[in-house]
C-alpha cells in the first residue's frame, strides 16, 4: 500500500494537474526556435497556443498595426510576402484569411496560429481569442520568442519580442521575453540543434519557477523577465543574474547617407560598473533580468517630480 500510494504521489506530481496553459508567440513568425520550443513545452505537459506574426517583424516594439484585415496581401511586409508567396516558411498562402491556423502541412493541429500584423497584435489574438475559445480565461503565462538574435541594453524598447512579453505583463499575465544567438536561424529544415538546446533551458527554467510559485502566479503582477542564452549555448549553460544597464551592444544610428536607415559601430568597451548588465552577461551565461511593466517612474523618482514641480502647482 505504501508503494502504491507512493507511485500516486510520483504521478499526480507529473500529471497535468500541474500543467500550464501557455501562449507562444514571438516576432519572427515560424521559426526553429519557435518549433523547438513548442515541443519542448507539450512534451513537458503543457497547453500550447501559438499566435505569430505572418512574417518576421523584428524592431516592431508595442506597434499596433494590421497589414491586412480580411486576407493576406502584400502591404507593409510586401518584400517577404512576394519572396515567399505568403506567411514566413509557408505557414499559410498569399490570398489566405489574415488571421488563422498553420495551413503548412504538419502545423495544421489548430495549436499554430497566424496574424498578418506585427507581434503585440499576434500577441492580442492569443489572448483575446484562442485563449479564451480554449481555455476560456487567459493563460497561466506568456512566452515571446526565442527570438533570432539576442535583446539587450538600450534595443530591449525597439524589440517587437519584449513589446509583447510587455503588452502580456501589463494585463498582469506573467510574461517571459526570450531571445538567442542568431546561430539558432534554421529556416529550411526548422530543425536547428541548438534550437532545441534554447528550448530545453527555457522549459528548466519554467519549472524552476513552477517549483517556488505553487498554485500562486509564476511572477508577481507588474514584474516581467527578459532572458537572453549565450551564441553556441550548451546544454549546461550556466544562469545568472543581470541588469538592463547602459551598456549598448548594437551602437545604432542612422545613416549619414543613402542608402538611408541604420547604421552602427563597434560599442566602447564596457566598464567595471557594467558587469551585471545583460549585454555583457549573455556572453557567457543565460541572462536573467527583471522587468518593470510600462513606464511608471519609481516612488523616489515620483517623490522628485513632485518636489521639483511644487511650486507650479500651487500656484
Known amino acids: 500500500m505504501k508503494r ?44 500550447v497556443i501559438v499566435s505569430v506574426p505572418c512574417t518576421g517583424q523584428s524592431g516592431r516594439s508595442a506597434a499596433i498595426v494590421m497589414y491586412s484585415t480580411t486576407t493576406i496581401i502584400a502591404d507593409n511586409d510586401k518584400t517577404q510576402i512576394d519572396a515567399e508567396g505568403g506567411c514566413h516558411n509557408g505557414a499559410a498562402v498569399t490570398g489566405a484569411p489574415a488571421v488563422g491556423p498553420f495551413t503548412k502541412s504538419g502545423y495544421t493541429g489548430g495549436d499554430f496560429n497566424y496574424v498578418h500584423g506585427t507581434p503585440v497584435m499576434a500577441t492580442m ?90 498554485s500562486s502566479a509564476l511572477l508577481p503582477t507588474g514584474t516581467a523577465l ?41 560599442p566602447a568597451a564596457a566598464t567595471a560598473d557594467q558587469a551585471e548588465d545583460e549585454a555583457i552577461v549573455y556572453k557567457t551565461k543565460i541572462s536573467v533580468t527583471a522587468m518593470q511593466v510600462g513606464y511608471d517612474q519609481r516612488p523616489a523618482g515620483q517623490q522628485w517630480l513632485r518636489l521639483r514641480l511644487r511650486d507650479l502647482f500651487a500656484q
Open 4 to 47: 502504491f500510494a507512493m507511485s500516486a504521489a510520483l504521478a499526480l506530481c507529473a500529471s497535468p494537474a500541474f500543467a500550464l496553459n501557455i501562449v507562444l508567440s514571438n516576432d519572427d513568425g515560424l521559426t526553429s526556435n519557435l518549433k523547438a520550443l513548442y515541443d519542448e513545452l507539450k512534451a513537458a505537459g503543457h497547453s
Open 125 to 214: 489574438y492569443g489572448l483575446d481569442v484562442l485563449a479564451k475559445a480554449r481555455w476560456g480565461k487567459a493563460p497561466d503565462l506568456v512566452l515571446s520568442g526565442p527570438n533570432e538574435g539576442q535583446n539587450v541594453g538600450k534595443v530591449v524598447i525597439n524589440s517587437g519580442t519584449i513589446g509583447n512579453a510587455q503588452f502580456a505583463a501589463g494585463r498582469g499575465i506573467p510574461s517571459i521575453a526570450l531571445s538567442a544567438g542568431t546561430d539558432t536561424i534554421d529556416n529550411a529544415g526548422l530543425a536547428n540543434a541548438k534550437s532545441r538546446t534554447v528550448a530545453q533551458l527555457t522549459t528548466r527554467l519554467i519549472t524552476a519557477l513552477q517549483a517556488k510559485a505553487g
Open 226 to 266: 527578459n532572458v537572453n542564452f549565450p551564441d553556441a549555448v550548451a546544454a549546461n549553460a550556466g544562469w545568472a543574474f543581470s541588469r538592463i544597464g547602459t551598456y549598448d551592444t548594437y551602437a545604432l544610428k542612422f545613416s549619414s547617407a543613402a542608402p538611408w536607415g541604420l547604421s552602427g559601430s563597434l
